[in-house]
Nanobody
Framework: QVHLVESGGGLVQAGGSLRLSCAAS????????MGWFRQAPGKERQFVAA????????FYADSLKGRFTISRDNAKNTVSLQINNLNLEDTAVYYC????????????????WGQGTQVTVFS
C-alpha cells in the first residue's frame, strides 16, 4: 500500500508563488508515474501535471502550461509542484496521485491519492 501526504498549501496573494510537496511511503516509489490534480468548490477534479517514473518526461494541462512545474526526487520519495504567478482561479484543493493505469488526465485511472492541501489565492 502507498501512502501520500501533501504539504505546502496556504493563503497567497495573487501574483505570488507556492511550492507543494508530496511525500510517499510504501513500495517502489521510483517505479510509477506521479501526478497532481486540483479540485475547486463545485467543480470536478482537474488534471494539473504528471511526471514519469524516471522524472525525464512531464505533462501538463494545456491551460496551465507555463506557470506550473512538476518534479520528483526518487531518493527522497517526493514529488513537488511549483506554481508561479498564482491567480484567483488557482484556488482549489491540490491532490497528489500515484501509479496511473491509462490516461494521465483521468482521475479515475490513478491508484493512490493523498488527502489534499488547500491553496487559496486572494487579490
Amino acid at each position: 500500500q502507498v501512502h501520500l501526504v501533501e504539504s505546502g498549501g496556504g493563503l497567497v496573494q495573487a501574483g505570488g508563488s507556492l511550492r507543494l510537496s508530496c511525500a510517499a511511503s510504501g513500495h517502489a516509489f521510483s517505479t510509477y508515474p506521479m501526478g497532481w490534480f486540483r479540485q475547486a468548490p463545485g467543480k470536478e477534479r482537474q488534471f494539473v501535471a504528471a511526471i514519469t517514473s524516471s522524472g525525464v518526461d512531464t505533462f501538463y494541462a494545456d491551460s496551465l502550461k507555463g506557470r506550473f512545474t512538476i518534479s520528483r526526487d526518487n531518493a527522497k520519495n517526493t514529488v513537488s509542484l511549483q506554481i508561479n504567478n498564482l491567480n484567483l482561479e488557482d484556488t482549489a484543493v491540490y491532490y497528489c496521485a500515484g501509479d496511473p493505469d491509462g490516461d494521465y488526465t483521468r482521475s479515475t485511472d490513478w491508484a493512490y491519492w493523498g488527502q489534499g492541501t488547500q491553496v487559496t489565492v486572494f487579490s
